[in-house]
């Protein structure tokens, strides 16, 4: 059997998931060492964790790591810079994968109370609903997905998105 009939056989999403998997798998090994070493988080590090900590399968209290790394003395601009773009980055995958995969493959990775949720407040409150989720401490990545399921503009995903990212990651550098 040769490679293009199992990829032609597969389901594409079995790809992404995998390849989900495999790089969480790896980014909890490099940040697990990092912490068990006790040494000082790397811009690299915080910017791989917080990229994946915006993706819609991972829960992940970003705000805490970008709130440690502040008290850590880095640069606020380039941590505001890292921050607002690994999660735009990931928002723009979530927002992708949410193109590219059907609601009933969503509905069974998320759950389906939780898609319908989501799917009603986008339907309800457009992009409010994403400057809210993305403002506040709130799953902004399951909202991401469901947006481009239902195929909400990327352009005004994107304006919402950065907005309330924008805003939250100025309010907790003033804070922290």
């Not at 912490?35 to 915080?46: D, Q």
């Not at 900590?53 to 992940?60: D, K």
């Not at 723009?92 to 389906?112: K, N, W």
């Not at 799917?119 to 399951?142: D, K, M, N, Q």
């Amino acid at each position: 059997m040769c490679f293009s009939s199992i990829m032609n056989r597969t389901p594409h999403w079995l790809f992404l998931v995998g390849g989900a998997f495999v790089g969480i798998a790896l980014l909890s090994i490099l940040l697990r060492n990092a912490m068990a070493t006790g040494e000082e988080t790397t811009l690299s590090t915080f910017a791989a964790a917080h990229f994946t900590g915006y993706l819609f399968f991972v829960i992940s209290p970003v705000e805490i790591l970008y709130a440690h790394m502040l008290g850590e003395e880095h640069d606020v601009s380039t941590l505001f810079g890292l921050a607002l773009g690994t999660a735009l980055l990931a928002q723009t995958a979530d927002y992708a994968i949410g193109l590219a995969l059907s609601s009933r493959v969503i509905e069974h990775i998320i759950g389906e109370e939780n898609y319908l949720r989501n799917l009603h407040r986008i339907e309800a409150y457009g992009g409010w609903t994403i400057f809210v989720f993305c403002l506040f401490p709130l799953s902004s990545p399951i909202v991401i997905l469901v947006a481009g399921m239902i195929r909400y503009p990327l352009p005004r995903v994107l304006l919402f998105s950065s907005t309330g990212l924008a805003l939250k990651y100025s309010a907790l550098a003033l804070f922290f």
